[in-house]
């Protein structure tokens, strides 16, 4: 027996053994792998487990996705972050009804022409739903091949990630893809841990180099961690009777299409009486009047892969409503549930229902 087959044989009696019940495992439907292989992308299986329920009793089908309003889709979304998977995931279901007349593609080329989808869920996609011989390279199997093979080519770089696709095509089992990539996913996840990996019970510790030397920690190399950026905002959150105003972020930078309350966005930290001397206060809230605070500052810290956000919320009355309000949507505030926010407003909304904030109101002047 080959040192590949071998690796394939032992790996995969491990996964019989020891494999998570999980509900995508159990089907080979397309439409439900996809689903949670999205849902999976930067998501714990703990958390996704729930969304995926969640969104698969609402939407069973591409076609009940497809016909669904982006807005309620995001919905389905909230507090899970990196939103535009959902904003995708509603897209390539149009795409399938227009294009593949409402039938899941099978073959690598068409499901990969998907909006939204990669090599990575590509290749989950089609050795799960159909057994095609398509190997996937997610983080858990980069950090077993690399500790395997002690590969120190850094995998955040082209050339690494093109030996590292070469080296997962070359250790495929082409006779049970589908069995051989999700035993491999799975070692990653349960055995090859990022820290202290458990190489005691490990089925592969019989041909693993880094483990070997004692080093399995030292893999895989990455090259540089990406510089995190810290972006300050200011929400106002203004009462008008019932109503609040709210927009639709239109930006590409974060939370395209989510909801969110008036916001004034600043280089560093501002008290609100610093808020107030900016510029873009003064153009928002002129012929406000009296302004009046309705609970303190909520402050709350909220840290994004490539971005830590410092929000301030500011819960305010105005004497009267000033004109360029008039271009965001007003909305009575017991219909806020029915938009979308990201999970960052999600933690206002948290403590204004534990009752966090007392409620001494004090007025700042004209
Ligand atoms: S022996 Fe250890 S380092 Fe090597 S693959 Fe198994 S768990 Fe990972």
């Known amino acids: 027996m080959s040192d590949n087959s071998k690796i394939a044989s032992r790996l995969e009696a491990w996964f019989e053994q020891h494999k998570r019940r999980l509900p995508w495992r ?24 729930d969304y995926y329920r969640r969104f698969v ?9 497809a016909a669904a309003d982006e807005d ?7 507090g899970l972050g990196y939103y535009s998977r959902a904003r995708n995931l509603h897209a390539a279901a149009r795409q399938i009804v ?13 499901i990969r022409s998907l909006k ?4 990575y869920t590509a290749a989950a996609i089609a050795s799960f739903a159909f057994g095609l011989p398509h190997a996937v390279v997610d983080g858990n199997v980069y950090r077993v091949l690399a500790r395997l093979f002690a ?60 483990a070997a030397s004692g080093k399995a920690e030292a893999f895989p190399v990455k090259q540089g961690k990406s510089v995190v ?56 809230m002129s012929g406000a009047g009296q302004v009046m605070y309705l609970y303190p500052p909520f402050k709350r810290r909220h840290v994004l892969s490539h971005r830590i956000i410092h929000a301030t919320f500011h819960t305010l009355t105005t004497e009267h409503v000033p004109p ?34 007392p409620e001494p109101p004090s007025l700042f002047g004209r």
């Open 229 to 284: 950026r810290p972006r300050y905002f200011n929400y106002l959150v203004i009462h008008a009777g019932e109503d609040t105003f709210i927009h639709r972020r239109s930006e590409r930078d974060i939370w395209r299409n989510l909801y969110e309350f008036v916001l004034i966005e600043s280089d560093g930290e501002l008290s609100f009486e610093a808020l107030q001397q900016t510029e873009a206060y003064r153009a928002l």
């Open 324 to 357: 360029a309000l008039l271009a965001y949507l007003r909305v009575p505030r017991k219909e806020l549930p029915h938009y979308a926010f990201a999970r960052l407003t999600g933690f206002y909304f948290e403590a204004l229902r534990k009752g966090l904030f």
């Open 26 to 49: 159990e089907t080979t439907d397309p439409y439900r792998i996809w689903i949670s292989e999205i849902v999976l992308q930067q998501t714990r299986v703990a958390q996704g487990l």
């Open 98 to 110: 227009s294009d593949f007349d409402g039938c899941f593609p099978e073959t690598y080329a068409g």
């Open 151 to 210: 590969v120190d080519t850094p995998i955040d770089t082209a050339e690494g990630k093109k030996l590292f696709a070469a080296l997962a095509e070359e250790l495929l089992d082409r006779r049970a893809p589908a069995l051989y990539n999700q035993a491999l996913m799975e070692l990653g996840a349960l055995q090859c841990l990022p820290r202290a990996p458990l190489c005691g019970g490990c089925p592969l510790a019989f041909r693993c180099e880094a």
């Open 116 to 119: 939204g989808v990669g090599d």
């Open 57 to 65: 009793a609402r939407f069973p089908d591409v076609r009940s996705l």
């Open 72 to 78: 309620e889709v995001l919905k389905y979304w909230e």
